[in-house]
């Protein structure tokens, strides 16, 4: 009886795939990584791009197509492209961070991506998931409904990405090498940019400004992605109103505001109403910073929406754009109020019993000058270098082969499956921290999930060195947020404010600085998928883990094999 149970399940599934890639297309793509002169802040630099586009293509599908990228490496680094927020339903092997599914792509070597986007609609996007390579190396990804459905809210007249990004005027790759010589942290950026560009407000920036066409009376949807490396954004349109109505390739209850806040991987997708008086208007997009006394780029990125009907101005003049105020830089509350008005647009299936119950903790460290290094290597506070964690576990990425690979295949010694389910030392979080909690433990450490095991995780900021808003960034699944709040999470206490209704679904969740969050997902999907913070500096520094999830029963539940042209270590 079960047999037959499994065939016709076997063949529902089948049946049901049939029917939905009725319309469903195999789109091809070549993505050429090379060395390109790009000119920003009156300097050329050798940008890293791709197709010599800086940002790279905008990839547009429906939901249900199959992507097939050729990404061929004419850079001097190595390089993988990871596809932000696709599920990768069993094609673990094209998710692409670095050393965790995949090798590197060496320099002229190449690699094919396969993947079919399965029940997501939405905006996401693709970057580099190889050193600090994504600086330059990102583009839209947007996934339309199935050929013959809407989307569930008024149709837009035009839609536009708007991608947030931030610029070195110098080279990435040098940045970060030269914080992983000193053990200090990273320069800071020069600039942010909106679609590339810095705007008006910086020097040698104004010729290039990004002009966002609206006419009067049009509703346009705008698709804002924060593809920067390091820093939350906050963005805003002078005078106009936006009503969000999805994020992260997940649809949302509309609501309006006049502000947004993205962290680094988030999307936001919002409608903007044509309805004020025809003329230029500025969108705006500035830091939100959490961790006090830590540098930040305080510039403001600038790009103009234009009303097509605007009046023209007289010979030699330009109308100069209404410019909107921006909240202040570490203005919490704006965030706490934004973050607090998700919802998903109806009842979701919500795990209610839990399998897997875990608490990470987040945050940075310290680690003590090693006796081998000179001070010149040990330029972070007091003679430290810094480090970051998750649960006192600092991570460390393989060398020589991928984590998949080891698991797959069964290779001995490259990772071990002791990652700490709660924090070893339980203390307070967001309190006063004993300074023997502030050097953390490297490892290659990962935590084993059952397939189809009812999961929930506790991320908990923590106030080593400094507290900070954190966007924790899953790969291979969408997630609900059910709770968020300050301080120590206490489960006697804040269980009860759970929404288990309609919480938001997103692929990256900005943990509240001196705060926590609690996400549920079910375990559907085998692999390696890497769980990490999406502030580059970070990941770099160690605050990630490994999320390896065993294949269930039978072909459909089980990773697919590793492709032929998988890159060799």
């Known amino acids: ?35 390109t002169p790009v000119k920003r ?65 060496r320099p002229g070597e190449s690699y094919t991506y396969r993947f079919t986007i399965q029940g997501q609609e939405g905006t996401l996007w693709w970057h580099a998931h190889s050193s600090w390579l994504r600086a330059t190396v990102y583009g839209a990804l947007i996934i339309h409904p199935r050929e013959g459905e809407a989307y569930p809210f008024t149709k837009p007249k035009r839609e536009t990405p708007i991608l947030l990004g931030e610029w070195w005027d110098a080279n990435p790759i040098d940045v970060v090498r030269q914080a992983t010589q000193t053990g200090a942290a990273p320069n800071i950026s020069d600039a942010y940019t909106i679609n590339g560009q810095p705007g008006d407000l910086y020097k040698c920036s104004s010729q290039g400004s990004t002009i966002v066409p609206i006419d009067s009376g049009e509703t346009n949807l705008l698709r804002v992605i924060n593809a920067a490396l390091n820093q939350p954004l906050f963005f805003k349109v002078a005078n106009h109103k936006l009503t969000v109505v999805g994020a992260d390739a997940s649809y949302l209850k509309p609501f309006t505001t006049n502000v947004i806040m993205l962290g680094p991987g988030q999307t936001t997708d919002v409608l903007i109403q044509g309805d004020q008086p025809p003329t230029r208007y500025y969108m705006a997009a500035r830091a939100y910073q959490s961790a006090q006394n830590a540098p930040f780029d305080n510039t403001t990125t600038t790009a103009i929406l234009e009303y097509k009907s605007a009046p023209c101005p007289a010979k030699g003049s330009s109308i100069k754009p209404v410019m909107p105020s921006l909240p202040a830089y570490n203005d919490t509350n704006t965030v706490t109020a934004f973050s607090k008005s998700f919802r998903s647009p109806r009842k979701v299936e919500v795990p209610a019993e839990i399998d897997e119950n875990l608490f990470f903790t ?51 010694g490259v990772f071990t499956t002791d990652f700490p389910t709660q924090p070893p030392v339980k203390f307070d979080y967001t309190g006063n921290v004993s300074r023997s909690l502030w050097q953390p433990v490297p490892g290659t450490k990962v935590t084993k999930l059952k397939f189809g095991s009812r999961v929930q995780i506790v991320l908990q900021d923590t106030s080593i060195v400094t507290p900070e808003n954190h966007p924790i960034h899953l790969h291979g699944y969408d997630f609900y947020i059910v709770a968020e709040g300050f301080g120590n999470f206490d489960p006697n ?77």
């Open 41 to 105: 802040l009156c300097n050329t630099h050798n940008t890293i791009t791709v197709n010599g586009q800086f940002p790279g293509p905008t990839l547009e599908v429906n939901n249900g197509d199959t992507l097939v990228v050729k990404v061929t490496n004419k850079a001097r680094y190595n390089v993988t492209i990871h596809w932000h927020g696709i599920r990768q339903m069993r094609t673990g092997w094209a998710d692409g961070p670095e050393f965790v599914t995949q090798c590197p792509i």
């Open 1 to 35: 009886m079960e047999a037959l149970k499994t065939i016709f399940l076997a063949l529902s599934v089948v049946l049901a795939s049939a029917l939905y890639s009725v319309n469903a297309k195999i789109q091809e793509h070549e993505f050429v990584i090379q060395a």
């Open 362 to 412: 987040i945050g940075l460290g310290l680690n003590n000058c090693p006796k081998n290094f000179n001070a010149n290597q040990c330029q972070g506070p007091n003679g430290t270098r810094f480090t970051a964690s998750m649960n006192n576990v600092s991570f460390v990425l393989p060398n020589n082969v991928s984590i998949l690979q080891a698991h797959h295949l069964g290779v001995q």
């Open 493 to 569: 206490k804040d269980t009860s404010k759970f929404n288990l209704i309609d919480p938001p679904m997103r692929n990256t969740v900005a943990v509240p600085v001196n705060g926590w969050a609690v996400i549920r997902f079910v375990a559907d999907n085998p692999g390696a998928w890497i769980m990490h913070c999406h502030l580059d500096v970070h990941i770099g520094w160690g605050l990630a883990t490994v999320l390896l999830v065993d294949n269930g029963v039978g072909l459909l539940q089980s990773i697919e094999p590793p492709p032929e042209d998988l890159p060799l270590c």
